[in-house]
T-cell receptor
Framework: LAKTTQPISMDSYEGQEVNITCSHN???????ITWYQQFPSQGPRFIIQ???TKVTNEVASLFIPADRKSSTLSLPRVSLSDTAVYYC??????????????FGTGTQLKVEL | ETGVTQTPRHLVMGMTNKKSLKCEQH?????MYWYKQSAKKPLELMFV???????ENNSVPSRFSPECPNSSHLFLHLHTLQPEDSALYLC??????????????FGSGTQLSVL
């Protein structure tokens, strides 16, 4: 089971770059790394997904080192509206007794003026 | 809009009531999920359906009864709930059961209060 570990919370200010790291030491060969954002009383929303090296889209970048045992979500120039909980999810394969679609505690990001 | 619609958005029920939560996805996905999220806690996976067949039941009490009549619709039937069942119930879908790179699409959830 690919368990993930993230910081419980992070604080930042508007305009800064925020990097949130997720550890996943027992990631499987077929596992991708996916990050979600959740606002209060809403469902999580897909942000970005990657397998190795670097992935960038219009909202974030994802850095994955060669050993894939960790990943870093990078949010450039955050704003107040980026205040949310960010989840790292590894793999989605459902097998008997295998990986489950389990979300960790996530990282509560608070952005201030 | 994520393409996953949940109704009702809010629900208050007594412990002896019977109610149902509904989820509909317009994405052509083949897998659907129920998650429970209690206040300030991580999401807990409850049930997983793939092509209308239940493939996962994560030790959920029998007072929660899922139903998946087709790949676009998912229900969660509730009866004789307890106050500790009050939570945000989230439905999600994905293209398939999982090839390692699936993405989950969530609805906005049903905020349930059991009195």
């Amino acid at each position: 089971l690919a368990k993930t570990t993230q910081p419980i919370s992070m604080d930042s200010y508007e305009g800064q770059e925020v990097n949130i790291t997720c550890s996943h030491n027992n990631i499987a060969t077929n596992d991708y790394i996916t990050w979600y954002q959740q606002f209060p009383s809403q469902g999580p929303r897909f942000i970005i997904q990657g397998y190795k090296t670097k992935v960038t889209n219009e909202v974030a970048s994802l850095f994955i080192p060669a050993d894939r045992k960790s990943s870093t979500l990078s949010l450039p120039r955050v704003s107040l509206s980026d205040t949310a909980v960010y989840y790292c999810l590894v793999g989605l394969i459902l097998t008997g007794g295998g990986n489950k679609l389990t979300f960790g505690t996530g990282t509560q990001l608070k952005v201030e003026l | 809009e994520t393409g996953v619609t949940q109704t009702p958005r809010h629900l208050v029920m007594g412990m002896t009531n019977k109610k149902s939560l509904k989820c509909e996805q317009h994405l052509g996905h083949n897998a659907m999920y129920w998650y429970k999220q209690s206040a300030k806690k991580p999401l807990e996976l409850m049930f997983v359906y793939s092509l209308e067949e239940r493939v996962e039941n994560n030790s959920v009490p029998s007072r929660f009864s899922p139903e998946c009549p087709n790949s676009s619709h998912l229900f969660l039937h509730l009866h004789t709930l307890q106050p500790e069942d009050s939570a945000l119930y989230l439905c999600a879908s994905s293209l398939s059961r999982g090839q390692g790179n699936e993405k989950l699409f969530f609805g906005s959830g049903t905020q349930l209060s059991v009195l």
